[in-house]
């Protein structure tokens, strides 16, 4: 799409991990034969960089570190944050001299709203092209077209510099469109979906929940919030689950509570709770706690109840 747009493309492949099929053959060295081969049909240069030690240090880790603790992280949302809007965009632009970084990411970004990257054929302009990122407001995170297919989710964590540096080519289309394009590309992508959870005891519910300092993909807390303190928005902490209604809380010290609609299955400390404000992903925190499940309630309900009734069997009225 991006070089029917005009543009000139590099493809990189960046590789984080090193990984062993069951036949022990290394799956990353077939993922870059792939790349490479639709490098050569489309006719762009070919590049590979690793960030496998990268990954180990800032990512895995982090992840070991958070396991030690009892919590559940987000790999995915570490990995964009710290390698490839970080390690790698700065790569793209500073060693290949790129202006812009493009990923296939369900994604939008108000700067591709207001036609920023738009480019007609016509002459060529007579300032750089990354002077256009030069702007005064920050850039925003919104949900792609697709929102069955958004990931913002994975995305909410990166910095303003990056995002400012972005184009998602998969911003306005659906998945089964880009599939097309890809079919008549004589490319073929397999989807593999994951099984929604099986089990609904009411100790794996909760509708409350303590964040770590928020991270917010405009640099700042909304202007809502800094006001009022308290913001109503919606929650999500798993890629494509359902929006959740919520109240949000800002703390002194950044990190924020989230006050759900209804309680959630599996919330996990260690994980990511990520804010959306109509289409916009305001961004995200590490859940450190987590109020009482729906179990516990039920329980101090029970209890309560029963303290009641045996009260009043121990004091009955006397007869009128």
Not at 136 to 160: E, G, M, W, Y
């Amino acid at each position: 799409m991006a070089a029917e747009s005009s543009y000139s493309v590099t493809g990189v492949f960046m590789k984080n991990w090193d990984s062993l099929d069951e036949s022990g053959t290394c799956t990353s060295e077939k993922d870059c034969e792939d790349a490479y081969r639709v490098c050569q049909t489309l006719d762009i240069p070919f590049h590979q960089v690793s960030y496998v030690k990268e990954y180990w240090h800032e990512v895995f880790s982090n992840l070991l570190k958070e396991y030690e603790k009892g919590r559940t992280p987000n790999p995915d949302i570490l990995c964009n944050k710290h390698i490839k809007f970080n390690y790698f965009h700065k790569y793209a632009v500073n060693t290949l001299g790129a202006d812009a970084m493009a990923t296939g990411h369900y994604a939008r970004t108000s700067q591709e709203d207001d036609e920023v990257f738009q480019q007609t054929h016509m002459a060529p302009p007579t300032t750089l092209f990354r002077d256009r990122f030069e702007i005064r407001n920050p850039v925003r995170l919104c949900k792609a077209a697709d929102h069955l297919k958004d990931q913002t989710f994975f995305l909410s964590q990166i910095s303003q510099d990056a995002l400012r540096q972005t184009i998602f080519p998969l911003a306005g289309l659906t998945k089964e469109f880009v599939k097309k394009i890809a079919a008549e590309a004589g490319f073929h992508h397999v989807l593999k979906r994951k099984e929604a959870p099986t089990t609904n005891h009411p100790a794996l519910f909760c509708d409350t929940i303590g964040t770590d300092r928020f991270h917010w993909v405009t640099d700042d807390p909304p202007p809502e919030l800094v006001r009022a303190q308290m913001m109503e928005c919606h929650f999500r902490f798993m890629h494509q689950m359902p929006l959740v209604p919520c109240t949000v809380t800002l703390n002194m010290n950044g990190s924020v509570w989230i006050s759900l609609s209804q309680p959630v299955r599996a919330l996990t400390p260690g994980q990511f709770a990520v804010l959306y404000k109509g289409d916009e992903c305001l961004g995200s925190g590490k859940i450190i706690r987590l109020g009482p499940s729906e179990y516990t309630l039920q329980q101090g309900r029970e209890r309560l109840r029963a303290a009641a009734i045996h009260k009043e069997s121990q004091n009955p009225e006397p007869a009128s």
